[in-house]
């Protein structure tokens, strides 16, 4: 029987050579990534062993990853606490592949994970983070849990009570016009599939136009494929997985690439042409609110953000200064940057970047996931609106419910930045 | 039976049901409180207690989209209230199923405010206007869940069975 990446690799992960769609699997756990919330899941592990007389132990250390991201530095003495929780567990358990806040270390979950190594083709990873979707740009299935279910994998090592998923192929062919980009071909998607268009389903991605786009790309795809409530986005792994391995993410044992059978299954297949594709921008409040952009232009913005697990990394970044070198950002509006880990920050720091961006305007906050979901950086006003590359616009996301969020690609918020109005990259901007 | 005593659309996400600026708290049992922190009337109800058990909030489509917060479902489930929907995303329904608050999935039920519902195993009945809705039942791996009491009741038998 013919079967789509993420049946082969459940099938793997159950020691099975086949399973079907709608066959209840309980995978073996690849990496299992949590954030801040591991005080959580620490206090739902330890309420599984109450009253076993078993000592509580992680199924295995080397599995576990912890990222501080969400609040960093703390931004109230809670979560300083909860972190300094989380620090005593990390040690005692013996986690390595813990991300404190350093300069050196840090970053977004969904950035650290793929820069280190920490994700292969074919694994199943799973995060308490409903963007660890993320990681099928290296050929993983990877998907968002609570805490509570991170608690039973932490103690078992297993997933429970997967249900295989049905698959949408998404079939991307062309050439991207310039100033077009991922971020918009993944817009694009969810306002076609609508905010529930893949829910219980994967997205898998093929096509020349995603053979061509870099794993930083792919990345944006995988991570925005859960606002079309997809479980997980991801691309068939090949060259260009190889070389992100090898060359950004040293790594150096052997890697296998799983890939769907010719002639598996899908639920629905769906063919774009990136040649039409334009800037596209969601507006307010859902992120199936998809427009291109000539209906948007002009709308006024007081905030523009680049940054988070979706648009934050180093070609992020180079193409906002790229189109911000030697200009000002507009003073009706103000422009945050938030690079998406410690290493892209100071890759950025060499390359000009930042004092690119510095110069025009942009205040450049430390890696981490910053103003994108409202807790302690970059707080809208009532009724300020933001223009923005992270991936979510619900009502209250930038940490205030009379706000207007509207998101969209890296060249789209650096051309508006400099004129304070939604702008298309595409022309000419003074 | 219980009564509607709160209407929602469709996509309402998590950042509605429980603010990402609460999120450092993180016991269950502190989380309720915040339920629909921005929706000062429907809070204010909740916390308040403006409301009998087995009261109702019904919703569209696609409810709890977004985060994988488990304090969206503690929050709502620290009230004792049931939450009709048409569907729910996913990661919200498998919360719901390890934490045990009552989700129903009934894709083409009709009410409004006010309205008495009463809720079986496999339909809705709409007391108020006399007509019953099907209603989708868990998966046999989720009921599974649910009749163990929850996700953390579940691992521990595994495990204690596995260290016997
Ligand atoms: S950057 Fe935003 S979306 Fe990404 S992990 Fe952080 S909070 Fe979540």
Redesign the interface.
């Known amino acids: 029987m013919k079967q789509t990446i993420v049946q082969k690799i459940l099938a793997k992960a159950c020691d099975k050579d086949f399973v079907a769609v709608g066959d209840?699997v309980e995978p073996r756990v690849s990496l299992a990534m949590s954030h801040?919330?591991a005080?959580?899941v620490i206090?739902?592990f330890l309420?599984?062993?109450?009253e076993?007389n078993?000592e509580p132990k992680v199924w295995d250390p080397s599995r576990i990853a912890i990222i501080f991201d969400?609040?960093v530095p703390a931004?109230?003495s809670?979560?300083a606490t909860?972190q300094k929780k989380t620090r005593g567990f990390v040690a005692q358990q013996g986690i390595t592949k813990f991300h404190d806040i350093r300069g050196d270390e840090m970053g977004i979950c969904h950035q650290i994970l793929p820069e280190n190594g920490y994700v292969r083709p074919g694994f199943v990873v799973c995060?308490?983070?409903?963007h660890?979707t993320s990681h099928g740009a290296l050929g993983a299935f990877a998907f968002?849990?609570?805490?509570?279910?991170m608690?039973?994998a932490w103690?078992?090592g297993t997933a429970?009570?997967v249900?295989v998923p049905p698959t949408i192929k998404v079939i991307v062919n062309g050439e991207f016009s310039d100033n077009v980009l991922p971020k918009d071909l993944i817009l694009y998607l969810i306002g076609k599939l609508s905010?529930?268009g893949a829910?219980?389903k994967v997205i898998e991605f093929h096509g020349e136009a995603i053979r061509k786009m870099s794993t930083s790309g792919r990345l944006t795809i995988c991570n925005m494929s859960v606002e079309a409530?997809a479980?997980s986005g991801i691309v068939v792994p090949d060259e260009e997985t190889i070389n992100y391995l090898r060359n950004t993410a040293g790594v150096t044992d052997e890697i296998e690439l799983v890939v769907p059978d010719e002639g598996a299954e899908y639920d629905q297949i769906v063919e774009i042409n990136a040649s039409e594709l334009v800037p596209q921008i969601a507006c307010p409040h859902?992120v199936?609110n998809v427009k291109p952009i000539d209906q948007v232009v002009g709308t006024r913005v007081e905030q523009i953000v680049i940054g988070s697990c979706t648009n934050g990394r180093l070609d992020d970044l180079q193409i906002a200064a790229d189109i911000l070198r030697g200009k000002k950002v507009s003073h009706s509006t103000r422009m945050l940057v938030f690079p998406a880990s410690g290493r892209i920050y100071q890759q950025a720091i060499e390359n000009g970047i930042i004092s690119d961006l510095m110069k025009a305007g942009a205040v450049v906050v430390n890696p981490g996931c910053g103003p994108c979901?409202?807790?302690h950086q970059g707080a809208l006003g009532d009724g300020e609106t933001a223009l923005s590359t992270t991936n979510?616009n619900?009502?209250?996301?930038m940490?205030n419910?009379v706000s207007n969020v509207y998101l969209c690609s890296p060249a789209v918020a650096a051309a508006s930045a400099l004129t304070g109005v939604i702008t298309d990259p595409r022309k000419g901007v003074n | 039976m219980g009564k509607v005593i709160f209407q929602f659309e469709d996509d309402i996400s998590t950042d509605i049901i429980y603010p990402g600026r609460f999120m450092a708290t993180v016991l269950p049992t502190e989380t309720p409180q915040f339920a629909f922190a921005d929706n000062k009337d429907l809070n204010k109800m909740l916390v308040n207690k403006e409301f009998s058990e087995n009261d109702i909030i019904i919703a569209g489509k696609n409810f709890g989209c977004g985060s994988s917060r488990e304090q969206a479902v503690s929050t709502i489930k620290g009230h004792g209230v049931t939450i009709i929907a048409r569907n729910f995303a996913r990661i919200f329904i498998q919360n719901s199923v390890n934490l045990g608050l009552n989700t129903i999935t009934a894709p083409d039920y009709q009410a409004e405010l006010g309205d008495e519902i009463e809720v079986l195993a496999d339909k809705v009945i709409n007391k108020t206007s006399g007509k019953e809705y099907a209603v989708i039942p868990h998966s046999a791996a989720r009921q599974q869940i649910i009749d163990a009491g929850g996700l953390i009741a579940y691992t521990r038998k595994i495990l204690i069975d596995k260290n016997k």
């Open positions: 209840v801040e919330n005080a959580l206090n739902q309420e599984i062993y109450k076993t078993l969400h609040r931004e109230s809670k979560t909860n995060g308490t983070d409903s660890t968002g849990i609570g805490a509570t279910e608690a039973s103690t078992l429970l009570n249900q905010a529930e829910n219980f409530g479980t859902t199936d979901l409202g807790i979510r619900f009502k209250g996301r940490g419910p």
